[in-house]
């Protein structure tokens, strides 16, 4: 087996190595006045020029040159020019081994360096296992073993003989870590703990695996098994304050290896190891369940009234022809009336003769039922699938704990009610019950003449719960999704360091009244402006019509000869199988060495095989069909691949290196600097047992499924993807991915659709210091909303709404700041907040003063679109981008007939992101080809204007072959490292 290394070749060069760049030669290689006499009093000019090298070389990077070592020709020749010695008289001191050696001796003294001893490794080695305390990355670990031994005045060590010093650092953190969560279990709790990788005959399988294997379809038998299982987890007795015994970063390796390791691997763990990684899942798993078994509540109470709503409106319907007979029979008694009335005649008589009264006294039950049941209440309607709830709402409202900000909170007051009767067996109420929860409508169903009816008042108080949970109002004990605001942003006494040092990095002041001061000088300005050119006609695509202004669509922008260009190029580009475009990519970029081993850190030592499962996401075809369709690669190796290497983090890093390679290339720069971006969601249909868990969205169709959520640079480079449900709004994910990418592009325009635009989203796009400019759908009904009154601007005075609240936003500003700087610094997800916000029936007035300051920011970009027809170019090209390259992940995503079949949230989101990176290999793939298909064209003569080549994307995939058997590892022909392009005849001779 080949020996574990920390450091990749990179990293080694980066730390240990010897610089030559010019302004490492200048800060290290600078030879002083001492250290020239003392290089000038050898006799021999190479020994000089040698002696001198020596004194840089030991001083940085700290260690002895080699036996059959040669410094960088550019370290001798700057040292060379300092003593004014020719360069190459250094051949002659690299042959003189003892004389080096005589030299290193009496530098060292000269320096004041030792070669280290026995209390210098042992004091590295501590300071190995102080920085592996932190993290499992090796330049860290080997940067400290480093330093140390600089800072102790010692020689570094030959390079393995430091890698082993940082090996066992690292092997020692992990022992204090295993043995600190360990620290204190009892015996009873230890043989529980291992009892968890036995098999259980009573479910034939371990515990282990049966705590993991959670379902997540929405059902009351699987809610119900999600309890029993929270059940069984928590009588391990598992302290989560154990968590906190070590670093963060070290939980987060042990909780990750235990997560991907199956149960009958973790059974062959060392004691320590396999006990420590169970105290962790059991820990995990807790707090996992809580969230599953929340999050499916909420799922199966929001179907319930959904599908009572579907009634509702299905019975309306049905109701049509009866609802029509009686508005007939009600016509012909206003005719007969009219006509009683215009003759003088006998009202009834008139009925009796026209109508008929037998008919009248027919229709009035019939009347009377279908105005009590005209509009039946949603509450009603649910209340027919009690019998379903009732299976699982009690041991639900057992099994967790609620808690509430509010003091005397009247819906955990009704809670505790409900779990009373339940224990005491009742149904029916009793005479006082909390009510303080429930909307004055829900009261007076519930309470009717009838009297009180438990079965409205369960419902009805499990559906403000679900309310309450998702809006953060109400949070369970031992959850990690469902816990109060302030535990999930930034602590309050760092915000309060970051904005007294003014390092919040934000985009707007930190005072409240200079940013309104400044905001109501430019929205007065500018809506006079726009005022005067709306009277004037003086807005390019925009009109004023009955005091309302009307954009113009824009004409496209393509030229004719983008459209013959892109076909021309097209055909020249060199047919190539998908496994042979990745493994180039991976050449060029080396995004799949980002894969490391989740343990020891080291790049994948089959390169087709991780290749191989990327492929297999990516294409929906899945590993195990992968390996049975793949040459080169065994079935083992992409499982091990999966289990070991394939983690959201190094999908991200891979995804970066791509993204970050094709932005460096030079025809990238045409299609934008990659400063701007856009988002868009992609459906796809899910289908077999993930339709059990995806959700219907009527404008995709009548059929299940999930949306891929991504983020496109203008370049055409993905940095980001998540999966998200159907019915779920995208505002929220807009920001997720322009702070959750490990990419270096620095996005300060974003773009999208009217679906990812929402007032709070502009807030906090306002607060982060970035640019949102959406594609608003009805922009002419959506209002302005300024300082002053509406007469102020008196031409768009029926496109100005309710003025802007600043006292609410001045008193909450400082709420502001730390929710902007809590995402700002990752601590939490914008998606988590946004979706929080957005819940309550009752906003916060957080929600309030952020909806206030985002109504701001919408006014000031509204203005701009309507004055800026470059503005509404920018936003429609970048959106047209996005939504072309649907067309190429629809094409790559293929397999299962393009339907999603992973149940769990992680297995699509594997699936997402392989698709991302697939396909950005494909663009990266193509637009270098695409360059040289161009730079052959021009030497041919040919005249291409960048204005026209702009419009032609890397978004085709007619040359690339992805379906059939997948060959791994086969040599390509290439001329001078590509492959040669694909020429017309004609063009062929020519060249």
């Not at 690292?170 to 036995?198: F, K, M, P, T, Y």
């Not at 009732?390 to 007051?413: G, M, N, P, V």
């Not at 959201?648 to 290196?657: I, M, N």
């Not at 299609?671 to 995806?694: C, E, H, I, P, V």
Request: charged share 25%; proline share 5%.
């Amino acid at each position: 087996m080949a020996r574990r290394k920390l450091l990749t070749p990179d990293e080694r060069q980066a730390l240990l190595g010897i610089p030559d760049d010019e302004e490492s030669l200048i800060r290290h290689y600078t030879l002083s006045p001492q250290d020239r006499l003392q290089a000038e009093v050898r006799r021999r000019p190479h020994n000089q020029l040698g002696y001198a090298v020596q004194i840089c070389i030991m001083r940085y990077p700290g260690r002895v040159l080699g036996m059959d070592e040669d410094p960088p020709a550019a370290v001798v020749a700057y040292v060379a020019e300092q003593l004014g010695i020719a360069p190459d008289v250094f051949a002659s001191y690299a042959r003189r081994i003892p004389t080096r050696f005589e030299h290193s001796h009496r530098l060292a003294k000269y320096l004041g360096v030792r070669t280290a001893t026995r209390d210098d490794r042992r004091a590295a080695l501590l300071a190995a296992a102080e920085a592996a305390s932190a993290t499992e990355s090796g330049l860290p670990i080997m940067t400290a073993v480093v330093n140390e031994l600089r800072r102790r005045g010692a020689l570094l060590l030959p390079d393995a003989a430091l890698e082993k010093i940082g090996l066992a650092g690292r092997a020692i953190a992990r022992q204090r870590a295993e043995a600190a969560l360990l620290n204190g279990l009892s015996v009873d709790q230890i043989e529980q703990l291992e009892a968890l990788l036995l098999v259980d005959p009573a479910i034939q399988q371990t515990r282990l695996a049966w705590l993991r294997s959670a379902p997540d379809a929405p059902s009351a038998d699987n809610l119900i098994g999600l309890m029993d299982r929270l059940t069984f987890v928590r009588t391990l007795a598992i302290d989560p304050q154990r968590q906190s015994r070590i670093h963060p970063e070290r939980w987060t390796q042990i909780v990750r290896e235990g997560d991907v390791t199956p149960a009958w691997l973790v059974a062959d763990f060392g004691a320590r190891r396999r006990r420590a990684t169970l105290v962790a899942q059991a820990i995990t798993l807790e707090q996992a369940l809580t969230d599953a078994a929340v999050t499916m509540f909420s799922k199966l109470i929001g179907r319930l009234f959904a599908r009572a709503n579907a009634r509702r409106k299905k019975r309306y319907v049905e109701a049509q022809q009866d609802t029509t007979k009686v508005l007939r029979l009600f016509r012909d008694t206003l005719r007969a009336l009219v006509t009683a009335s215009d003759t003088g005649r006998n009202a009834i008589d008139v009925l009796d003769d026209k109508v008929g009264w037998h008919r009248l006294l027919q229709a009035q039950p019939e009347v009377e039922a279908m105005v009590r049941d005209a509009d039946p209440d949603p509450l009603l309607l649910a209340a027919e699938r009690y019998s379903t709830i009732r299976k699982y709402t009690a041991q639900f409202l057992e099994t967790l704990t609620f808690c509430s900000s509010r003091k005397h909170d009247s819906l955990l007051a009704a809670i505790g009610t409900l779990k009373t009767l339940q224990v005491a067996n009742r149904r029916t109420l009793p005479e006082r019950v909390p009510v303080g929860h429930l909307s004055a409508r829900s009261r007076k169903l519930i309470f009717g003449d009838a009297g009180p009816d438990r079965r409205l008042y369960e419902i009805a108080t499990l559906a403000v719960l679900r309310d309450r949970l998702r809006s953060g109002d109400i949070w369970v004990e031992g959850s990690h999704a469902f816990r109060p605001m302030d535990e999930q942003l930034m602590p309050k006494p760092a915000f309060t360091a970051l904005k007294a040092s003014d390092d919040l990095g934000l985009g707007v002041p930190q005072d409240a009244i200079s940013y309104l001061s400044e905001a109501r000088q430019t929205v007065d300005f500018n809506l006079k402006r726009l005022a005067y050119r709306a009277r004037n006609g003086k807005l390019e695509g925009v009109r004023l019509e009955a005091g309302q202004l009307v954009v113009t669509p824009l004409p496209g922008d393509v030229p004719a000869a983008a459209e013959e260009l892109k076909w021309e190029l097209a055909d020249m580009y060199p047919l190539i199988e998908v496994p042979d475009l990745l493994m180039e990519v991976h050449h060029w970029t080396g995004f799949a060495d980002r894969f490391t081993h989740i343990r020891t850190q080291e790049p994948p030592r089959s390169i087709p095989a991780m290749l191989a499962g990327v492929l297999a996401d990516a294409t929906n075809l899945g590993a195990k069909r992968m390996a049975a369709a793949s040459k080169g690669v065994s079935p083992q190796e992409i499982t091990w691949k999966r289990i070991f290497h394939t983690r959201p983090e190094t999908y991200k890093l891979a995804q970066a290196c791509i993204t970050d390679g094709h932005a460096q290339h030079p025809h990238a720069l045409l299609w934008g600097d990659g400063s701007t971006a856009s988002s868009d969601g992609q459906f796809f249909q899910a289908s077999d047992r993930a339709g059990k868990r995806g959700d219907i969205n009527l404008h995709y169709g009548s059929e299940p499924g999930s949306k891929f959520y991504s983020h496109l640079s203008d370049q055409y480079g993905y940095f980001s993807i998540l999966p998200i449900s159907a019915t779920e709004s995208e505002a929220p994910y807009v920001l997720d991915g322009l702070f959750d990418h490990e990419t270096e592009l620095d996005i300060q325009e974003h773009f999208t659709d009217t679906g990812g635009a929402s007032d709070h989203v502009f807030g906090l796009f306002a607060l982060t210091g970035r640019r949102f400019a959406p594609r608003l759908r009805n922009l002419k009904d959506r209002k302005l909303h300024t300082f002053e009154k509406p007469e102020t601007y008196p031409a768009l005075q029926e496109h100005i709404g309710v003025p802007i609240n600043t006292t609410l936003i001045m008193e909450y500003w400082d709420d502001l700041l730390h929710l902007a700087a809590s995402i700002q610094t990752r601590t939490v997800a914008p998606s988590t907040i946004l979706k929080r916000l957005a819940a309550s029936r009752n906003p916060s007035q957080l929600a309030r003063a952020l909806r206030e300051l985002g109504r701001l920011e919408r006014t000031l970009f509204m203005i701009e679109w309507y004055s800026d027809p470059a503005l509404r170019r920018r936003c429609q090209a970048g959106l047209n981008k996005g939504e072309a390259a649907h067309k190429l992940k629809r094409a790559v995503f293929f397999h299962e007939r393009g339907e999603i079949r992973d149940r769990s949230f992680e297995s699509q989101a594997f699936r997402a992101s392989g698709l991302n990176l697939v396909v950005s290999a494909i663009i990266h793939w193509n637009t270098v080809y695409l360059g040289r298909a161009v730079d052959h064209l021009r030497r041919q003569g040919r005249i291409i204007r960048p204005e026209v080549l702009k419009h032609v994307s890397p978004l085709s995939w007619e040359h690339i072959n992805l379906t059939g058997t997948y060959a791994w590892g086969e040599q390509p022909v290439l001329v001078d490292g590509f492959r040669p392009l694909r020429l017309p005849k004609a063009l062929a001779h020519a060249a």
